[in-house]
């Protein structure tokens, strides 16, 4: 029997178009690994065949060279608000995270701190402070409340003219926590600082809208909620008017103004280019774009609509389900302030999440007691949020 509210979602067809959708498996880390999409299998022999089997070196001049601008822009126009020109593909976040903020930190000499939280994601928190290290510069750490994040209040204390560079997550990756992203780059602005926002819980879940937003940079994940595969190629992104005083450390040929020139020394590429290093990974980037052209059809507002409704019933069956045992949300009530994903805390959810995995129903944990229910909007029915809740609260009385 279909779900009542799985009757009455606009996007619940969409389901059927990933693979494993038909088996009773819950998935709640979409947000972690997005589930292929059924077109990858056909797309995948294609590339093979035709492409790289047919095309052979020839590809790259016909289209691999020009592909990660071009899935850029498209990215940039579905998801990012970004206008063309601005995102590039390749690399790993964490890369990229480094290319950026080494770039950001040299475009404004003489100030001499990064500003960042404690509960950033830990490689946000890592390659800064391997950036601080190399650069002589201070990480200025704002203290956060677990289940929340950081406010508009915590940056304004936190900036100052001493700020180079201000590096933040939209969406926090343990409470969902989603940021003030406007208005917190307005405060970054104001002190004078640069700001870097790592989109990677956001992308393909919340609305973004770079342009509007003033946003100076942004990295993110296309294997999280835009369903690239297993380490697919990160995007970044930097503002046009940045484009010309920014340029990245790892100076690669395909970065420089005329590859094939192979000139005896570097020159960057004058647009967004000059952010790629070295030959970009065309394979990584096949799935992605069947993702891309599904955000679109089914639209980001409307993708966004079924996250708020996800979360909030998984809220929901939390209160009624799991509450009486124990279990605290550890997430934003107020779905305004919350992203794609819901984490419920109790000091068994290691032992809940292994149990869980045993029966095919696959969350996240994350310390401390954190169970992360990642629901993807395009990928997840209310049935299976049902089903998986029921089981949590089984696994938890199985241990209790
Ligand atoms: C998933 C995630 C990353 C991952 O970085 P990789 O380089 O792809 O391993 C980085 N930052 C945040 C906030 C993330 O959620």
């Known amino acids: 029997m279909t779900h009542r509210l799985d009757a009455t979602d606009p996007l619940a067809a969409y389901r059927d178009r990933f693979v494993g959708a038909e088996t009773p498996l819950v998935y709640f880390d979409g947000n972690s690994l997005g589930r292929p999409l059924t077109a990858m299998g056909p797309r995948l022999s294609r590339f093979v065949e035709e492409e790289w089997g047919g095309r052979l070196i020839r590809g790259w001049d016909e289209r691999w060279l020009e592909l990660p601008q071009r899935i850029g822009d498209d990215l940039g126009r579905v998801v990012l608000g970004a206008a063309a020109g601005q995102v590039t593909i390749g690399d790993s976040t964490t890369v990229l995270l480094y290319k950026l903020m080494r770039a950001a930190v040299a ?28 650069c002589g510069l201070t990480l200025r750490w704002i203290d956060v409340d677990l289940t929340a994040g950081v406010t508009p209040e915590l940056l304004a204390d936190a900036v100052g003219e001493r700020t180079a560079l201000v590096v933040l997550s939209h969406v926090a990756y343990r409470s969902a926590w989603l940021a003030d992203a406007p208005e917190l780059t307005r405060i970054a602005h104001d002190a004078g600082a640069l700001v870097l926002w790592d989109l990677c819980h956001s992308a393909g879940s919340v609305p973004v809208t770079l342009d509007e937003w003033g946003v100076d940079l942004a990295v993110g994940c296309t294997y999280k909620y835009l369903n690239g595969g297993p380490g697919s190629p990160a995007f970044c992104y930097v503002a046009e008017r940045h484009l010309p005083e920014l340029t990245q450390p790892i100076q690669g040929w395909l970065g420089s103004v005329d590859p094939f020139l192979m000139g005896p020394s570097y020159a960057p590429a004058p647009g967004i280019r000059r952010f790629q290093s070295g030959t970009p990974p065309i394979l990584g980037m096949l799935a992605m774009q069947d993702m891309l052209a599904l ?11 079924k996250s ?29 302030r919350r992203g794609g994903h819901v984490t ?22 994350r310390d401390p007691g954190g169970l992360r229910l990642g629901l993807s909007p395009l990928s ?4 299976e949020v049902e089903r998986g809740m029921r089981l949590v609260r089984e696994a938890l009385a199985g241990l209790t």
């Open 344 to 365: 419920f805390t109790h000091p068994l959810m290691r032992e809940v999440t292994a149990a869980l995995w045993e029966r095919d129903v696959v969350p996240d944990y």
């Open 380 to 383: 997840t029915s209310y049935a």
């Open 107 to 134: 475009a404004r000499p003489g100030r001499t701190e990064i500003v960042l939280d404690r509960d950033n994601f830990p490689t946000d928190r890592y390659v800064a402070a391997g950036v601080a290290e190399e």
């Open 308 to 336: 708020v409704a996800l979360t909030s019933y998984a809220v929901e069956l939390g209160d009624e389900l799991l509450a009486p045992a124990g279990v605290v949300l550890a997430s934003p009530r107020d779905p305004a």
């Open 295 to 305: 955000v679109k059809e089914a639209g980001i507002g409307a993708v966004r609509a």
